[in-house]
């Protein structure tokens, strides 16, 4: 029996939203992890596989979210207002 792993994931968008793929395979193939650790939005997509959540439903979710918020920025443009901003300055 192998140890458990220590995985490091990170990444922005579509590379961050990989991390589920990565997991989904580690899941799938029976790998152990002993701890995690993440940047960017795969931070929070590792928090919830953490938690407990299945990689299935991870897809699932984060799909949803991504079409949900009109396929920008996977939605993160809510948290930071950013492109709502140059939407408002390019509107006059």
């Known amino acids: 029996?192998?140890?458990p792993?220590?995985?490091?994931?990170g990444g922005t968008g579509i590379k961050g939203a990989?991390?589920?793929g990565v997991l989904q395979?580690?899941?799938n193939n029976g790998v152990k992890i002993k701890?995690?650790?993440a940047a960017g939005i795969s931070a929070p997509i590792s928090a919830q596989y953490a938690l407990g959540e299945d990689p299935d439903q991870l897809t699932e979710e984060f799909t949803r979210f991504f079409v949900e918020n009109n396929h920008e920025l996977w939605g993160l443009e809510q948290l930071t207002g950013i492109l709502m901003s140059r939407r408002r300055k390019a509107a006059g």
């Open 25 to 27: 395979a580690l899941h």
């Open 35 to 37: 701890k995690i650790i």
């Open 18 to 20: 990989a991390s589920i």
């Open 5 to 9: 792993i220590t995985l490091v994931l």
């Open 1 to 3: 029996m192998s140890k």
